[in-house]
């Protein structure tokens, strides 16, 4: 399987495998016997927990002192919570990182008087890996295909404003004319996947590997559990060549609105610096986090936890980021708003 059909242009290159920078002295910023802190905006049972762990145990291996790293969650909204956080009390010392949601981005732009936050004015370590939000819905709902949702209200669990499980059955509300429902105040994808599981909810829209590395089984058989019934994004996710996507059957008038959506992908699972962090700091990190992302046991440790590697480095998801911010069309973003959350706001 050629996982990096994934990589999309946009605002530059996203390489497939990271390229390794110079190396980093010690002296840059010493992490000797120092604690490391990666912040997380979602529970530990989802794909943001499962990445987040895992950098911790392997990325201190590549910085010199040999740092103890540690995940918190700060659950809410979504991730603006946690980011929000990043961005206005985190202290900028070298020692604390956030794994950003992948919405970050687009929230911004979306929602600003939400958003206490420039993601621009954090600097990227680096992304371990890009992805599609797939929208899945149990099948006792009688949906076997999107347009299913036309005749049918389904409720679909959600974490939180700045979530793609928000975001993602708003817009296909609002484009395709679904009769979704949206379920909010779930604390991460974790929980709203049992809730589905419960029949609390019928269905969510989240990242590929969340889905598969927890739920696997659903999809599998003749008669499945769920399907996956559309994805957002730049590109069909390798593994799901069959389920159509959004800019494929949306009304060509909101192609601006999805290419910028699908831009969350891009950013995927990885961390990045509150604005003030050292650059001394900052370029050891680097330089680690793109040893870690080629390392045989990092790999190995991901397929193992049925999470994949397509790995971005820091200077080229900042370059996607700082774009992105800076050449939004302010109309596409509020369109994307209204569509999304149907607010003009």
């Known amino acids: 399987m050629q996982l990096r059909k994934l990589v999309p242009l946009a605002g530059g290159v996203l390489a ?14 010493d992490f000797a016997g120092k604690q490391i802190k990666l912040v997380i905006g979602f529970g530990f049972g989802g794909t943001y927990g499962k990445y987040t762990r895992m950098f911790a145990e392997h990325l201190k291996k590549h910085i010199p002192g040999t740092p103890n790293i540690i995940v918190e969650s700060r659950p809410g909204a979504g991730g603006v919570l946690a980011t929000n956080y990043a961005a206005k009390a985190m202290p900028a010392n070298g020692l604390n990182y956030l794994v950003p949601p ?22 990227w370590i680096g992304s371990a890996n890009q992805t599609n939000v797939i929208m899945v819905v149990r099948s006792d709902t009688g949906v076997t295909k999107w347009e299913d949702l036309r005749n049918t209200a389904v409720p679909m669990g959600s974490t939180g404003l700045g979530s793609t499980s928000t975001i993602m059955p708003g817009l296909v509300n609002r484009m395709l004319g679904t009769k979704m429902k949206i379920v909010t105040g779930y604390k991460g994808s974790s929980k709203t ?6 029949g609390e909810v019928r269905g969510a829209a989240f990242n590929w590997l969340f889905w598969k590395s927890k739920y696997e089984r659903w999809f599998q ?18 593994e799901l060549p069959n389920v159509p996507m959004m800019k ?3 009304d060509p008038k ?8 699908g831009a969350l992908g891009l950013i995927g699972r990885g961390v990045a610096a509150p604005p003030g962090t050292p650059e001394g700091a900052i370029s050891v990190m680097r330089t680690a986090w793109d040893k870690m992302v080629v390392d045989p046991a990092f790999i190995a440790d991901a397929k193992k936890r049925k999470l994949r590697v397509i790995p971005g480095s820091g200077a080229d998801i900042q370059k996607v980021v700082n774009d992105a911010v800076a050449n939004t069309d302010q109309g596409v973003a509020k369109q994307a708003a209204a569509l999304a959350y149907g607010t003009k706001k």
Request: charged fraction near 25%.
């Open 248 to 250: 494929d059957v949306a």
């Open 254 to 261: 909101y192609l601006p609105v999805l290419k910028f959506i």
């Open 221 to 238: 058989g003749d008669k499945p559990y769920a399907r996956a019934v559309l994805q957002l994004g730049h590109f069909k996710d390798p």
């Open 16 to 29: 497939a495998t990271a390229i390794l920078a110079a190396p980093a002295k010690a002296a840059d910023f």
């Open 102 to 123: 992948d919405s970050s981005v687009i929230v911004q732009l979306m929602r600003p008087k939400k958003a206490k936050f420039d993601m621009s004015k954090f600097t």
């Open 193 to 198: 996947g049992l809730a589905v599981e419960q």
